[in-house]
């Protein structure tokens, strides 16, 4: 990874300054030696993929790294509370004649609007988006990173190495006023999809980028 190999190959054990200078802002975290994958922990939707470690050995922050055109944030499908969040909404959206989930032959079910299959989107609960783009296991130590990483996007200026992405998001709220990246609800036809604990097979609802639900249509 990259990004992982530029910063051990700086630091080579030694106390350094990292810093994200991203168009929505900058971040900086000191006294770090090494930066260690962790794309592989998943346990209680871990979301770091590298964590800062410091001279002491600490986790100083994770890393959650999204490619600049990124525009998923994650999946619940055996999450009781959010498919419950989902369902909810399916239910809104067939009350106000925005939606009908139909069966149809071979067991599973369609989002129609006067026989036509759609897609629908809707705003997702603030706690449930945290979820999504933090996970449950890293409070308030982590960061979101967007960039598609090239060489020169590294550099070094006294003992800081400078790193340039696209986007830093540093707690839920600066993502859920971007008017592209904020996450929501974006529930799709998919025949071999069944989300367990939504209990409605052919449905695939993910929790993507409010850019990647544009041509959904919106429940209120």
Sequence with gaps: MKLIEYINGVSKGDPI????????????????VEAREMGRVTKGYAKSDVDLIDSRGRKVIGLSLKQADAEAW?????????MGEVRAALQRGEAAGIVNVIQVPGGYYQLQNKGRKINVTFPISKDLAYDAVFGRVDDKKLVVIKQTFISSHFSVKDDTIIIEVEKVYKDIN????????????????????NPSALGIKGLRPLVQAKSRAKSSVPIK
């Design 74 to 82: 994650g999946a619940f499908d055996a999450d009781k509370k959010a």
């Design 17 to 32: 300054n990292i810093q994200f200078v991203g168009r929505n802002g900058r971040v900086t975290y000191k006294d770090i």
């Design 174 to 193: 600066q993502i859920m006023r971007d008017p592209n990246d904020a996450p929501v609800w974006n529930v799709m036809n998919s025949p071999t999809r």
